[in-house]
């Protein structure tokens, strides 16, 4: 399943457990099985930006990002549709 993550400060889905940076979620799918696997992946791939950023000021991305990552058009993935992707990218 893959699942748009979007910043946000002042509500959140999921948060960053290594700086506490909130996110809001937009599921391509509804069960709450799969979102409950879903959740744990997106959790560990916000602490994998940590590890993978050089610059410590921006380690999560600004704008939506899919996980797991998308690298097609935003107009194929469910999860951008979802979420509003014309707002990040298009």
């Known amino acids: 399943m893959q699942v748009l993550c979007k910043i946000s400060n002042t ?19 509804t069960s709450r099985a799969e979102q409950a ?3 744990t992946k997106v959790i560990e ?9 050089s610059d410590t000021e ?6 939506g990002f899919n996980v797991p ?3 097609g058009l935003p107009k194929f993935s469910g999860a951008a549709l979802l ?3 014309s707002e ?3």
């Open 45 to 53: 791939a916000l602490a994998a930006q940590h590890h993978e950023a």
């Open 69 to 71: 990552s998308w690298g």
């Open 88 to 90: 990040w990218a298009l």
């Open 11 to 29: 509500a959140s889905d999921v948060r960053c457990r290594v700086c506490g940076q909130g996110f809001l979620v937009y599921w391509s799918r």
């Open 58 to 63: 921006h380690v999560h991305p600004r704008t």
């Open 37 to 39: 696997e879903a959740r």
């Open 83 to 85: 979420g509003g992707s």
